[in-house]
């Protein structure tokens, strides 16, 4: 299964590294339609341990893998493969 998020949103400090201000992502399963909203660490949690897959979809209608990093500190965030555009495709999202 893939999900493609949809939104976003964000908290309101600051962060060195914006990506590890999203707090929760909205997001659709594509081919049966459910639709849900989950907290940072839950779609990333799912991603590293069991594998799941989840997607934007950039500017042009393309879609850009998401994936699990860490900052030096060890604190997990999301972000998207760098593809051929300097636009952050995840913080690009509206918020939900």
Known sequence: MAIRITCINKDNGYHENPNVAITHL???EEQTGEKGKSTMLE???WIKEKNGKAYVKDGSGDKVKVITAETSNGT?????VADNTVRNNLLALPEC
């Open 26 to 28: 909205g997001w659709v």
């Open 43 to 45: 779609i990333y949690n």
């Open 76 to 80: 997990k965030y999301l972000k998207t």
